[in-house]
């Protein structure tokens, strides 16, 4: 979700990607929808192992998962506590979504300068 609210509503100011410690098979429909849901299409969107970072360097990284990332070339990193909807109702999809949507749009405006750092 944080990678689609980035790349959407962060063109210009960011390159977005994001990547887990243990990624599911396949984006679970329900992200899909209610992303569908905020006119943001992640049909790209496919989970990937932090491995498949290895060896990148990145100015930021927004860690959501809670477990400490392994040593890397991270960049400044960011605790953001948003809570995992997998396997949980849509109206929590929902809450998470807007919570992500939230993070990120003020992120975009501390980049752009518009917000607090």
Do not use: C
């Not at 990145?58 to 392994?70: K, Q, V």
């Amino acid at each position: 979700m944080a990678e689609g609210f980035a790349r959407h509503r962060g063109a210009g100011v960011m390159d977005a990607y994001s990547a887990g410690f243990m990624p599911v098979m396949m984006v679970p429909p329900q992200t899909r929808q209610v992303m569908i849901e905020k006119d943001v299409a992640i049909d790209e969107a496919f989970p990937k192992g932090l491995e498949a970072f290895f060896g990148k360097k990145f100015d930021l990284t927004l860690n959501m998962s809670g477990i400490e990332l392994p040593r890397g070339d991270w960049g400044e990193v960011r605790e953001w506590a948003v809570p995992d909807p997998f396997g949980r109702k849509d109206g929590v999809f929902r809450q998470v979504r807007d919570r992500i949507e939230e993070m990120v749009a003020e992120l975009i405006e501390e980049i752009r300068g518009e917000g607090p750092a």
